[in-house]
DNA sequence: ATGTGTGAACTATTTCACAGCC
DNA sequence: GGCTGTGAAATAGTTCACACAT
């Protein structure tokens, strides 16, 4: 089910694995960085250094892509750039549509990140009246109930969902009737989809206990004995 | 190296892998849900569901913990919720100081889910003189000047870095040399820490990248031929 | 009967180390 | 000489399938 078997040889390379395209979306930042000062070339140990990997993951990564860079030499800085926000899809502009205009939905709001790497926060929903009508980043927010409406006009593929984990299911299946394809999750809940739909979520609790389990086992270790 | 022969049979387990740790927080959230709902037993693969995981997972994870489980019955819910809870070290209190007190630094401040799983956010620091004096979520902002003050008086082991990449490095460096162990970093940059300190990184627009990265393959099914 | 706990098989990811090209 | 690209080895993580306890 669902298994399309890997291209083990296409041209330029079908099936990037996960981890690897995890990890674009940092070295294209850490470009980002070299392209702004003027650099020109880079050796897989200094972007391995900037993006904070090692440097033969970096290469292994890299070679997913194809052969952009020279033996003896290193990597263009501008063509590599180039490379990695195509392989990204960052060449073209993504429609973003968010729900929850809370503190988070705020901040996601006005995150000049996104805007700068093509995606455009094309609308603002949210329940409550109080701030339904409110300018949040040069939007104005709309009411959930006209969220079918902002996604089509917005032509949103991509939904954002800052709401409550007990509103999170409801907004989802809405979004994605409305055409939203991918969905990124900063409620507390696992959201189910249709196959053809990405999920990633972002937990920011979680986070949080993963370094407290980290930080407990480092006080053991001098009670231990 | 670093291959601790694996206790079949010890008391507790140790070195619970790390994938496991990043999926505890999770159970403990749906468990937590569980025994609101008055829940007595419950079934590794209600479980799962709840949590949005595949059973035979769930269980493996679980078995790493010890046998807290009852074959042929399932988890009896209380037990298992605090035996995850102590695990994570959610049983103890964890103070929290948070840089950067803009749009996510305030989100981060009044967010409910620290607070109810025992992190209590004793500090919030900021550079912008506007800000500093400011009541945010019961705690007034404080120079960042006064860091080291702030995470020593509040005894504070964890330190959430919601500034922008110029200053993170800097800002982690300093909270390090104040007494902090681990780091929550927002900010789009990596940071370099000696040894003993763990950093888990959050950033919002890789998030989005990796959503377009699969976006735009789906459409390319429809392109290629 | 039922559902956990777990070896064993499988898959994914990381790291090594070096051949090959500049 | 120096640095990329990559097979091969090592490690980590997931899933299967069934023995075993209740």
Redo the contacts between chains.
Sequence with gaps: MSRTSRQPSGTPARGIPEAT??R???Y??ALSGLVDKGVRMVSSDELAR???VNPAKLRKDLSHLGSYGTRGVGYEVDYLHYQIAR????T?D?A?VIVGV???G???A??G??AS???RVVGLVDVDPGCVGEQVGGLTVQSLDRLEEVVRQGGA??GVIATPASSAQGVCERLVAAGV????NFA?A???VPD?V?V?R???????????????R?SAVGVAG
């Design positions: 395209v995890a674009l979306p940092v294209h930042r900037a993006a904070g392989e990204l899809g960052l073209q993504w973003v809370g503190n988070l705020r901040a996601l006005h995150y990140g996104f790497r093509g995606f593929s991509i394809t991918s969905v990124l507390p696992p959201l189910a053809g990405d990633r972002v937990d920011l609790a979680v986070e949080l206990q993963i370094l407290a389990f980290h930080e407990q480092k």
